[in-house]
């Protein structure tokens, strides 16, 4: 595992770059990373993400209890408490609010994940987690059922979650299912044409190339 100030610092990139690439706005969003035996970064509520510095990161244990830092963890917290609980394996936890995505929910269309074959490869199926409540005890609900075999869930109304054994993982996957969902609207729009999944033979070799 990095050292705290490199964690931090990852973590303060991927902010700007969620910023600057209008996956997030104003305070929106949220980023995690596991930081030691019991120990969680995670950014503060209320203050925006772009304009982060290293030191303005909270320390929280896995209760979500501030160990270290000024102000209150983010109000996801829960969430990201939830998915780190059943996930050992995760380590960085990324929780933005992708305009397309976010359309995708609202529209009440599923992400068709299994009609691009580097989406399927690298991240696989991503479910919609069913409308909660933000900041409440109803959100880690919501998405128990997806946290224990997917990579990435999209929440109804309220964006996307994505994890990874990095910040920058979990980043990049968000990045890959943006630009996805354009290229899926792209479809529609050029040919009002609703892409259908790959073969399930064409699947059975991608899941291959994962083993």
């Given at each position: 595992m990095l050292e705290e100030m490199e964690l931090r610092s990852e973590m303060i990139c991927v902010c700007r770059k969620l910023e600057s690439r209008g996956l997030i706005a104003a305070s929106d969003g949220n980023v995690s990373c596991r930081a030691g035996e019991g120990r969680l970064l995670i950014t503060p509520s209320g203050l925006p993400k772009g304009e982060l510095k290293e030191s303005d990161l909270l320390v929280v244990d896995l209760q979500g209890n501030r160990l270290s830092g000024e102000g209150k963890p983010s109000s996801e917290v829960r969430m990201h408490l939830a998915v780190y609980e059943k996930r050992p394996?995760?380590?960085?936890?990324?929780?933005?609010?992708?305009?397309?995505?976010?359309?995708?929910?609202?529209?009440?269309?599923?992400?068709?994940?299994?009609?691009?074959?580097?989406?399927?490869?690298?991240?696989?199926?991503?479910p919609t987690a069913p409308y909660a409540t933000p900041s409440t005890e109803e959100v880690p609900r919501a998405i128990a059922p997806y946290i224990e075999k997917h990579r990435a869930i999209l929440l109804e109304r309220h964006g996307s979650l994505t994890v990874g054994k990095s910040v920058e993982e979990a980043y990049l996957r968000l990045e890959k299912l943006e630009h996805?969902?354009?290229?899926?609207?792209?479809?529609?729009?050029?040919?009002?044409?609703?892409?259908?999944?790959?073969?399930?033979s064409a699947l059975r070799k991608l899941e291959a190339l994962k083993s």
């Open positions: 394996d995760v380590a960085a936890i990324v929780h933005a609010h992708p305009p397309l995505l976010t359309a995708y929910t609202l529209a009440g269309l599923p992400f068709m994940a299994d009609a691009l074959p580097e989406v399927w490869l690298t991240i696989g199926p991503v996805a969902a354009k290229t899926l609207y792209y479809a529609f729009v050029l040919n009002q044409y609703h892409p259908d999944p790959l073969p399930l």
